[in-house]
C-alpha cells in the first residue's frame, strides 16, 4: 500500500493543479514563472522537483543531482525546502527526502541529492554539475548574472538538463534576456489566480493598499512593469549603474532614516550603506548593502546601523533628525558611545531632496555593488507623495554626504574589510 502513496499524491497534484503550475509541453530548457505574491509558484517549483526525482525513481543508472538556488541559505532551507509548499512538505513519508543542515543538501530514499546555493555567494555552485535546478525569486538576488552564469555551466549532466525559475518579476537584463530565449517557456500567474488558498484578510487589508499600482501590477498581478511616468530613475539607468563589487574606498557612511513609531506595527526603518572613490573632479559613490527594516524598536534600528558601521568599517552614521533628534542620536551612542554620528535635518520636500541625487544616476557618478530589489523598487516607483520611501530617504542621505555635502577631502585610499 505504502507504493501507492507517491501515485495518489501525483494524481491529486494533477486534478488540483493550476494551468500556471503545470509543466509545459515541448522543448524547453527553462521554465520561467513570472507570478504575483501568493500565486503558487513555491509550490509549482517543488512539485517540480517531486515529480523530476519519482520519474527517475526505478532507474538504478539515473540519481538526479539538483540545485536549489535562493537569495540567501536560509531562504533556500526555509522557503524551498522546509517551507509549507516546499519540497518537503509536499512528499509523503514513503519518498520524503531528509536535510543534511551541515552539507545544505536534501537526500532522497531514491538516491536522487539536491544541494541548496544562496545568490549572495556565486561562486558556491562552481565545481558543482547537475541535471536539473530550481531558481525561485530571481529577481531578488544580490548578485543575479554572476549567480546565474555558473548556474548554466552546472547544468551539464544526463541527456536534457533543465531548470525551473520562480520569481515575482522586475524589469531586469537578466529577466528580459531569459524571456526572450528561444529556449524558455514562459508562464505568468497573478496572485488572484491562486485566491482559494489565500486568507481573505491578505487582500481586503494588504493586497488592497496596491491595487491600482504600479506596484500592484507587478507585486499582485506579476506583470513585468517597464519605466513609471514621473519616477526620477528608471530601470535603465540602474542597470547600467550595476557592478558586481566596489574599488578601494576613501570614505564610507551608514545613512539611518529612522521610522516614527516603534513596535511591530512600525514603519521600515531605512538603513543603507555607501562608499566613495575620490577620483580627482569625478568622485564615484558606491551603493554597498540595505540593512533596512520594518518593526523595529528604536534599539533594534540601532543596532542595525551599529553593525553595518562596524562591518563595513564606516565613518560615520548620517541620521535624519527631524523625528526626534536628540532621541535618534542618543540611542545610537547607547550602543556604542565611540561611532561618530551626524545629524541631518530635512528642510525640503523628499522629491525635492532626491532630485539631484537622481542626477548624479545620470551623470555616472553612482554605482550598486549587486542588485537591492525593494530599495530599487522604492527608487523607480516614487514620484512624489504617498507612503514615505523609507530606503530611498536613507539613499538620498547617504549620497549626499558623499558627494554633494561638501567639497571632497584629500584623498586617502582606505580598503574595504
Known amino acids: 500500500m505504502g507504493e501507492l502513496f507517491p501515485k495518489m499524491l501525483e494524481k491529486d497534484w494533477e486534478v488540483n493543479a493550476h494551468d500556471h503550475q503545470r509543466p509545459p509541453h515541448g522543448d524547453w530548457t527553462t ?8 500565486a503558487g509558484k513555491t509550490r509549482a517549483g517543488a512539485e517540480w522537483i517531486r515529480a523530476l526525482v519519482a520519474s527517475r525513481a526505478n532507474d538504478e543508472n539515473s540519481k538526479p543531482a539538483i540545485a536549489l538556488v535562493a537569495e ?8 524551498m525546502i522546509e517551507g509549507p509548499s516546499g519540497i518537503r512538505a509536499v512528499a509523503t513519508d514513503v519518498d520524503r527526502p531528509v536535510f543534511e543542515a551541515s552539507r545544505r543538501r536534501l537526500v532522497w530514499p531514491t538516491g536522487a541529492v539536491a544541494y541548496a546555493f544562496s545568490a549572495e555567494d556565486p561562486d558556491g555552485i562552481r565545481g558543482y554539475q547537475f541535471d536539473a535546478a530550481w531558481s525561485d525569486e530571481l529577481c531578488k538576488w544580490r548578485y543575479p548574472e554572476e549567480t546565474w552564469s555558473n548556474l548554466q555551466l552546472a547544468l551539464r549532466l544526463g541527456p536534457r538538463p ?5 520569481t515575482t518579476p522586475r524589469p531586469m537584463a537578466l529577466i528580459k534576456r531569459l524571456m526572450k530565449a528561444k529556449t524558455t517557456h514562459v508562464t505568468r500567474a497573478s496572485t488572484y489566480d491562486n485566491r482559494a488558498h489565500l486568507s481573505d484578510a491578505f487582500f481586503t487589508e494588504i493586497a488592497a493598499l496596491y491595487e491600482g499600482t504600479a506596484l500592484g501590477r507587478q507585486e499582485l498581478l506579476g506583470e513585468l512593469v517597464e519605466d513609471i511616468a514621473g519616477a526620477l ?17 576613501d570614505r564610507v557612511v551608514v545613512a539611518v532614516d529612522p521610522p516614527t513609531t516603534s513596535g511591530p506595527d512600525a514603519d521600515e526603518c531605512g538603513i543603507i550603506v555607501a562608499g566613495v572613490a575620490y577620483c580627482g573632479d569625478v568622485n564615484t559613490a558606491f551603493v554597498l548593502a540595505d540593512r533596512s527594516g520594518a518593526g523595529l524598536t528604536p534599539r533594534q534600528w540601532a543596532e542595525k546601523a551599529v553593525a553595518a558601521f562596524h562591518e563595513f568599517s564606516a565613518d560615520r552614521i548620517v541620521v535624519e533628525v527631524n523625528q526626534g533628534g536628540d532621541m535618534a542620536k542618543s540611542v545610537i551612542a547607547q550602543i556604542d558611545g565611540a561611532v561618530p554620528i551626524r545629524g541631518v535635518y530635512a528642510t525640503r520636500g523628499k522629491r525635492l531632496r532626491a532630485e539631484p541625487v537622481a542626477a548624479l544616476y545620470e551623470q555616472g557618478r553612482v554605482r550598486h555593488v549587486g542588485s537591492f530589489a525593494t530599495l530599487e523598487d522604492q527608487m523607480t516607483s516614487y514620484i512624489g507623495g504617498g507612503k514615505s520611501p523609507d530606503r530611498l530617504d536613507a539613499l538620498v542621505w547617504a549620497l549626499t554626504d558623499l558627494l554633494l555635502k561638501k567639497p571632497a577631502p584629500t584623498p586617502g585610499v582606505r580598503r574595504m574589510n
Open 72 to 79: 540567501t541559505y536560509a531562504d533556500a532551507r526555509e522557503v
Open 31 to 38: 521554465w520561467l514563472i513570472l507570478g504575483g505574491r501568493g
Open 233 to 249: 530613475w528608471t530601470w535603465n539607468l540602474i542597470e547600467v549603474a550595476r557592478i558586481s563589487a566596489a574599488p578601494d574606498l
Open 162 to 166: 533543465r531548470q525551473i525559475a520562480t
